[in-house]
Every structure is written in structure tokens, then in C-alpha cells.
């Protein structure tokens, strides 16, 4: 079944240091993976995706996600927090073998950086 | 830009009583989205939309309804609102669907919504 996994519900992190928030996923077939961010009170916004290519993404607002097939992983990370990070974040994953379009998507990570 | 449009953001609602939750979008975008999400999970699918005049269920159906009567709106009914229906409800759009190449999904703000 499909499936997506984050396994921490908050990451606490100190301005300027490098930040990790994990992701890993089951799919039958090829994987489409998705990032997105929620601020406070605000609808999702999209950060980056992986659709094929290179394995490491980069996206919006100086964030990256590595794409590991044989850990099936799709970590987000940015080099140096900033406050204006601190959010909720969530993965999602469409397995590329169904037809429809339904995005599967993680419970979310609690991201708070600390001044 | 507008974007995703959603109304009202707050609502409280008895049980039984029945409501519409607006969602229009200026994007001509043919895709629309219904996700409801509740606290610690993800986002569940309930209906989305290819097109005016074509629906279908997403993950959790159950205890609503849609239409998409044109390419801008696609609203969300609830019929007899019952208590496991308080949840935040967001509507989305994107074209072509969000897993396609250079695509995503654009969010409204979402409805909060309270069935008591």
C-alpha cells in the first residue's frame, strides 16, 4: 500500500545551523515526490518536487531534498535556518503506476528554529 | 493574484444542519481538489474534479458532496453535519494534475470548520 512516513512530529533547530526534516515513502512503482510548507492560519505552498532527474532537488525559499531510491527517502534540508523557517511541513508521494491523482501525504513535521 | 479562494474560513455548525463551502479559483485551472485535515494526520482526499461537469471520490467521501458546474468553483457539500466532520478543509487546483512535470497544487487558505 502506499504510504508515507514522517517520523518526527517536531524538529527544533538553532538559527543558522543546517536543518533536516525526513520523509520516507512505499510505492508500488516510480515515486513522485512533494514537499510542502504551512504557515500559521495559511494554506499549503509548494517548496519542490522530484519527478526524475537528478537526485537532489532544490526549491523554494533555499531548500534542497535528496531523492535516495534504496533508502526510499526524500529528506528536505537547508543549509541555514533562518526563524522565518519555523512552519509545518509535509511530504507527499503519487506512486507513478496509478492512474489517479491522489496525493498520499505525511502527518507533518513541526519545524521551529530558535533564535 | 487571487489564487484558490475559499469561504467563509470559520464556520460552527450544529448537528444535522447543512452548509456549502465556496471555492473558486482564477487560474483556469482544470483540477480541483477537496482534502480535509485533521490535527497530527495528513491531508485525505475526499473529492476532486478533472473538469467542469466531471467529479469523483477521493479518499473520504463520506457525508459529502460536489459539483463543478464551471472551470472557477467547486463547492463542497455537507448535508448532515456530524462532529467527526470538524476538521480544517482545504481546497486546491492545479492543471495539469500535481504530480506532472513543472506542476503543483495551489491552496486556498482553507475553512475551519466546528460541529457541535
Known amino acids: 500500500a502506499q504510504s508515507v512516513a514522517q517520523p518526527e512530529d517536531q524538529v527544533n533547530v538553532a538559527e543558522g545551523n543546517p536543518l533536516t526534516v525526513k520523509c520516507t515513502y512505499s510505492v508500488s512503482g516510480n515515486p513522485y515526490l512533494f514537499w510542502y510548507v504551512q504557515y500559521p492560519n495559511r494554506g499549503l505552498q509548494f517548496l519542490l518536487k522530484y519527478i526524475t532527474g537528478d537526485n537532489l532537488v532544490k526549491g523554494s525559499y533555499g531548500f534542497e531534498a535528496e531523492f535516495n531510491k534504496s533508502q526510499t527517502s526524500f529528506h528536505l534540508k537547508k543549509p541555514s535556518a533562518l526563524v522565518s523557517d519555523s512552519a509545518l511541513y509535509f511530504c507527499?508521494?503519487?506512486?507513478?503506476?496509478?492512474?489517479?491523482?491522489?496525493?498520499?501525504w505525511g502527518a507533518g513535521t513541526k519545524l521551529i528554529i530558535k533564535p | 493574484n487571487a489564487g484558490v479562494t475559499q469561504t467563509p474560513k470559520f464556520r460552527i455548525l450544529k448537528i444535522g444542519q447543512s452548509m456549502t463551502l465556496q471555492c473558486t479559483q482564477d487560474m483556469n485551472h482544470n483540477y480541483m481538489y477537496w482534502y480535509r485535515q485533521d490535527p497530527g494526520m495528513g491531508l485525505k482526499l475526499i473529492y476532486y474534479?478533472?473538469?467542469?461537469?466531471?467529479?469523483d471520490k477521493g479518499e473520504v467521501p463520506n457525508g459529502y458532496n460536489v459539483s463543478r458546474s464551471t472551470t472557477e468553483d467547486f463547492p463542497l457539500r455537507l448535508e448532515l453535519a456530524a462532529p467527526s466532520q470538524t476538521s480544517v478543509y482545504f481546497c486546491a487546483s492545479s492543471y495539469p494534475p500535481p504530480a506532472n512535470m513543472n506542476t503543483e497544487a495551489f491552496f486556498g487558505q482553507g475553512t475551519r470548520l466546528t460541529v457541535v
Open positions: 507527499a508521494v503519487r506512486d507513478g503506476l496509478k492512474s489517479n491523482y491522489q496525493l498520499i
Open positions: 474534479s478533472v473538469g467542469a461537469g466531471i467529479t
